[in-house]
Nanobody
């Protein structure tokens, strides 16, 4: 089973930027899509964005225009470039493989450790 490891989180001031990385233990080219998710304290986990094997991207409304998801199949890595960060973006960010319909939030793998993003206002 593929394992995913998130990195790149940290503490940043509002308006700043971070780039998160999701490194896979196996080739990601065979997966129809890869996604980024987040969970803020006291809130449910939510999907932030996904990217298909063909490069189609989709974003949650709350990050549209600020975040960009990309994938490098040669490096087995998925990225999340986060710009214009807001305090409400503070959360633990996870990557995972969407399961089934991309209209749902189902995922294929158990959740990893994630990477903490903290945005100070």
């Amino acid at each position: 089973q593929v394992q995913l490891v998130e990195s790149g989180g940290g503490l940043v001031q509002a308006g700043g930027s971070l780039r998160l990385s999701c490194s896979a233990s196996k080739s990601i080219s065979k997966f129809d899509a890869m996604g980024w998710y987040r969970q803020a304290p006291g809130k449910l986990r939510e999907r932030v964005a996904y990217i298909t094997s063909g490069g189609t991207t989709n974003y949650a409304d709350f990050v549209k225009g600020r975040f960009t998801i990309s994938r490098d199949n040669a490096k087995n890595t998925v990225y999340l470039q986060m710009n214009s960060l807001k305090s409400e973006d503070t959360a633990v960010y996870y990557c995972n493989i969407p399961y089934g319909s991309l209209d749902s939030d189902w995922v294929s793998l158990s959740w990893g450790q994630g990477t903490q993003v903290t945005v100070s206002s």
